[in-house]
């Protein structure tokens, strides 16, 4: 069945460091993907979505690009802040409304 | 209010009691869906209303899970003699017309069984 891996947390970086949080995917088709963010006591919210291959989504500095060949969407940003620490959990949309989410990987941004 | 609201944020259940979360989605907003998130993992699907029609329960794990939305607006999920494999986070989220893809979650209801 479609599924989605993604790197194990936590992840620690210091701020102003280089993010990349890999996600694979396994799908029939070419689903939409999507990462959404967690924050401490909060609900996900959409941080960024590709609906087709070779597209890049982008969002407050985050980017991920629909990669088909290796099926990946890895998270990337070139420049943490404290404040980007939270939870990022990556997705693929099976059919129109039902998300096939990863695992979430933690992020903690030290000062 | 401006986001999905769930209550309560925490409940705590003996092994055989029944509980009841409750979701108030975003107003005007037609889709409305539960998941649940195991400690670690990520949310995985339950179910989904547009307005008060369920046209989708495939991911209630059990007939003790059964959710409701009579008006086409505040859900209630409900679980019956809770067992301790229940013990997650259910998460509510709401959508606007068609699209569906786009959900807004709430923060919440960690079910704790005992």
């Known amino acids: 069945g479609d599924s989605v891996t993604q790197m194990e947390g936590p992840v620690t970086l210091s701020e102003e460091a280089f993010l990349t949080i890999n996600c694979t995917y396994t799908a029939t088709g070419y689903p939409s993907l999507f990462w959404y963010v967690q924050y401490p006591g909060e609900g996900l919210q959409l941080l960024l979505k590709a609906t087709k291959a070779d597209d890049k989504g982008s969002n407050k500095g985050f980017e991920a690009t629909y990669r088909k060949e290796t099926t990946s969407f890895h998270l990337e940003k070139g420049s943490v802040q404290v404040s980007d620490s939270a939870v990022y959990f990556c997705?693929?949309?099976?059919?129109?409304?039902?998300?096939?989410f990863g695992t979430g990987t933690r992020l903690k941004v030290l000062a | 209010g401006a986001g999905v609201s769930q209550s309560p944020r925490y409940k705590v259940a003996k092994r055989g009691q029944d509980v009841a979360l409750r979701c108030d989605p975003i107003s005007g907003h037609v889709s409305l869906f539960w998941y649940q998130q195991a400690l670690g993992q990520g949310p995985e699907f339950l179910t989904y209303f547009q307005n008060e029609a369920q046209l989708d329960k495939s991911g209630l794990p059990s007939d003790r899970f059964f959710a409701e939305r009579p008006e086409g607006s505040v859900s209630t999920l409900k679980i019956q003699r809770t067992q301790q494999e229940d013990s997650a986070v259910y998460l509510c989220?709401?959508?606007?017309?068609?699209?569906?893809?786009?959900?807004?979650f709430g923060a919440g209801t960690r079910l704790s069984v005992l």
């Open positions: 989220a709401s959508s606007l017309g068609e699209a569906k893809n786009i959900q807004y």
């Open positions: 997705a693929l949309l099976k059919g129109t409304y039902k998300y096939i």
